[in-house]
């Protein structure tokens, strides 16, 4: 059994937050400009530009890299050989609170229906799962509501199959042209149910790597061809640049089910792993 | 600040003086305002609005990181701009043909500023001051002064579309 408390969690998740609020990872780095290089239309190349300088300017100015900072969502991994002295939803929020005000985030999370603000970005929205060994670790996305916005949610047919998948992806981000600030990421559970794929798509947009499964792989280079021909372009002006990944998560489903879920990420990916 | 009639859709231009920041708590509260007969706090005429909600500044730094958000949530008070005589609104994505008709009918223009971008826009704005709905936090509608700020023509005076080819 090992021991771990409160300021343990809050000060990782603290300073998880402020890191990746202000430096783009070099995965998401090197997207932009490899996109830079490739790209064929001239006002695609002068968003991607944009893009590719707001990120050092982040760095060099002390500023975020994007003024939605967020909700901030946290998958635990919690060892089974770990004694937590402590409630982690409060640990976690208590982290969330702490980077919100210390590394002088926005502060965007309201109540559904009055839509007063909490003020402290708190509640994070936060997944818990059991595993070996007596560690904590934490994936955490603090997820903006642009692109969170036009992700989508299908109860497909099983006769549906790939090629109904394939075609509620594209269609979703069809619609959402612009608005969720591409070159995008794409997150896709497939299976499980309602609220299961839902999870799935939200933790395949934490990867940075393509599915160790071949056929899922496979599938998710084919939807990213697809997306990369809609023409929908950065900012949704025209270019060759539309996704820079996607990635699936698949679950077993019933077998009357085949639940499709998309969930979108703009170009800022902004998203960490801390072991405790 | 500029000659909208003479802005084209696809055209790349950079403001410099005065527009102002709302989003969509601070377009609840102007329309309430004008529904009950009030006058706006702010004069918006030949002025821009932003559709942007910046980060907390630092001490010392006139702004945080500010780029746009999702213009079509603010579709809805498309048909309170023309008595607040705004220039036209800036912000990110495509908007309900209304706005584009708006745009067209009451000579104001949509412009575009680059998503996620907002550290490298904050380097345009040399100050800020909150205006009006202070109690609104990020939401509030401040009054800034850009410079060179980099903005694409999205819907222009003559019903031009810089969209249209996706559509």
């Known amino acids: 059994m090992r021991e771990i408390g409160f300021k343990e969690i809050s000060d990782v998740v603290s300073a998880a937050i402020g890191e990746c609020c202000y430096h783009l990872g070099d995965y998401a780095k090197c997207n932009i400009k490899r996109a830079l290089e490739k790209e064929t239309n001239a006002l695609a190349k002068e968003v991607l530009r944009q893009i590719d300088d707001n990120a050092s300017a982040a760095e060099e100015d002390n500023t975020p890299i994007c003024q939605d900072t967020g909700i901030a969502v946290v998958f635990a991994e919690i060892g089974r050989d770990v004694h937590l002295s402590c409630d982690l939803y409060e640990a976690v929020n208590a982290g969330v609170k702490e980077a919100y005000d210390k590394f002088y985030l926005r502060k965007s999370v309201a109540d559904p229906l009055t839509r ?92 940075s790597d393509l599915s160790v499964d071949p056929a899922i792989r496979e599938l998710e280079r084919e939807i990213k061809e697809e997306l990369n021909k809609t023409n929908i372009g950065p900012m949704g002006l025209g270019g060759d640049t539309t996704c820079f990944d996607v990635f699936i998560n698949t679950f077993p489903c019933h077998i009357a089910s085949l639940p499709v879920a998309v969930n979108i990420q703009c170009h800022a990916n902004r998203h960490i792993e801390v072991e405790i | ?162 969209f249209q080819r996706t559509k």
């Open chain 2, 1 to 162: 600040m500029i000659d909208v009639s003479e802005l084209k859709a696809g055209q790349t231009i950079y403001l410099t003086g005065t527009i102002y920041t709302a989003r969509d708590a601070a377009h609840g509260r102007l329309k309430a305002l004008l529904d009950a007969g009030e006058k706006s706090p702010v004069d918006f005429e030949g002025k821009f609005i932003y559709y942007a909600g910046p980060t907390p500044e630092r001490p010392g730094r006139p702004i945080g990181a500010i780029g746009p958000t999702t213009s079509s949530r603010m579709d809805s008070f498309i048909s309170y701009m023309p008595s607040l005589k705004v220039a036209g609104m800036i912000g990110k994505g495509d908007r309900s043909d209304k706005v584009i008709e708006a745009c067209k009918k009451y000579k104001m223009v949509y412009l575009l500023a680059t998503g996620g971008a907002g550290a490298l826009l904050a380097r345009c704005v040399k100050s800020s001051k909150v205006v009006a709905f202070d109690d609104l936090g990020c939401e509030a509608i401040r009054e800034l002064t850009v410079e060179n700020f980099p903005v694409i023509v999205a819907y222009d005076t003559l019903g031009g579309n810089i």
């Open chain 1, 116 to 207: 007063i603000n909490t003020k402290d970005n708190t509640p994070a929205v936060v997944h818990i799962t059991l595993n070996s060994g007596d560690k904590i670790r934490l994936k955490i996305a603090p997820k903006g509501a642009g692109s969170e916005n036009m992700s989508k949610v299908a109860m497909l047919n099983p006769s549906d199959g790939k090629e109904g998948i394939k075609k509620f992806v594209v269609d979703t981000v069809k619609v959402a042209g612009g608005r969720p600030c591409p070159p995008l990421y794409i997150g896709v559970g497939i299976g499980g149910d309602l609220e299961k794929c839902c999870i799935l798509a939200k933790e395949a947009l934490l990867r």
